[in-house]
C-alpha cells in the first residue's frame, strides 16, 4: 500500500512556464519532505525539502508548498528549462529512524 | 568534494549466487543507506548503518545484509539470489547528525540475476 503517492506518471510543460508537480501522503506522522530528481543512469539528486512546520520553502526555481491538512506537498519550477526534463520523487521521513518512503515519480518533460 | 561512489556499475549472476556491492560516502558522512528500485517500482529502503552499526533496516529478508568499515565504506550482500532481486541498488550517506537529514545519492549498482 502506497504511503506516498505521485498520481501523475508524467508531465509536460513549455519552456519558460510553470511546472507543478504533486504529492499526497497518507501517513499524519510524517515530519519531513524531500524532493528528488533523477536523470537516467544516474542516483537521485536532492532538490529542496520542508519540515513539517513550515508550509512552504523556496530556493531559487524551485519552491515546495505543504498542505498538512490535505497531506499535500507539490514542488513549482518556475521558469521552467530543458535541463529539468527528469524524474522527480517526492520522499518522505517518519520520526527518527531515517528510513525514507519515496513515491513512484513523475517524468517532467519541458519542451523547447 | 567527491559525491557517494559505488562498485561495481554493473553486476551480473546467476540464480543461487551471492552478489557484493559496495559504497564509498562522502567524505565526514558516518551514515549510509542502502535502497532498492526494482523495475516499476519505488525506492525501497534496504538498509541504514551508522558509525559501523545497523541502525535500521526494511522489509527485505535475511539474506540481504550488509556491514559498516572503520572508514564509513560499506558492503551490501545478497545471497541465495533470486530472478526477482534484479533492480538498480542506490546507496545514499549523510552526516548522522539529526532529523530529516538529507540523503546524497550514487550512481548506483544495476544488478541482473539470469
Known amino acids: 500500500d502506497q504511503q506516498v503517492k505521485q498520481n501523475s506518471p508524467s508531465l509536460s510543460v513549455q519552456e519558460g512556464r510553470i511546472s507543478i508537480l504533486n504529492c499526497d501522503y497518507t501517513?499524519?506522522?510524517?515530519?519531513?519532505f524531500l524532493w528528488y530528481k533523477k536523470y537516467p543512469a544516474e542516483g537521485p539528486t536532492f532538490l529542496i525539502s520542508?519540515?513539517?512546520i513550515k508550509d512552504k520553502n523556496e530556493d531559487g526555481r524551485f519552491t515546495v508548498f505543504l498542505n498538512k491538512s490535505a497531506k499535500h506537498l507539490s514542488l513549482h519550477i518556475v521558469p521552467s528549462q530543458p535541463g529539468d526534463s527528469a524524474v522527480y520523487f517526492c520522499?518522505?521521513?517518519?520520526?527518527?529512524?531515517?528510513?525514507?518512503?519515496w513515491g513512484l515519480g513523475t517524468s517532467l518533460a519541458v519542451n523547447p | 568534494e567527491a559525491g557517494v561512489t559505488q562498485s561495481p556499475t554493473h553486476l551480473i549472476k546467476t540464480r543461487g549466487q551471492q552478489a557484493t556491492l559496495r559504497c564509498s560516502p562522502i567524505?565526514?558522512?558516518?551514515?549510509v543507506y542502502w535502497y532498492q528500485q526494482a523495475l516499476g517500482l519505488g525506492l525501497q529502503f534496504l538498509l541504514w548503518?551508522?558509525?559501523?552499526?545497523?541502525?535500521n533496516r526494511g522489509n527485505f529478508p535475511p539474506r540481504f545484509s550488509g556491514r559498516q568499515f572503520p572508514n564509513y565504506s560499506s558492503e551490501l550482500n545478497v545471497n541465495a539470489l533470486e530472478l526477482e532481486d534484479s533492480a538498480l541498488y542506490l546507496c545514499a550517506s549523510s552526516h548522522g547528525q539529526g532529523v530529516g537529514e538529507t540523503q546524497y545519492f550514487g550512481p548506483g549498482t544495476r544488478l541482473l540475476v539470469l
Open positions: 520522499a518522505v521521513y517518519a520520526g527518527n529512524n531515517r528510513k525514507l518512503i
Open positions: 548503518y551508522d558509525e559501523g552499526e545497523e541502525r
Open positions: 520542508i519540515s513539517s
Open positions: 567524505s565526514g558522512h558516518t551514515s
Open positions: 501517513n499524519s506522522m510524517f515530519d519531513y
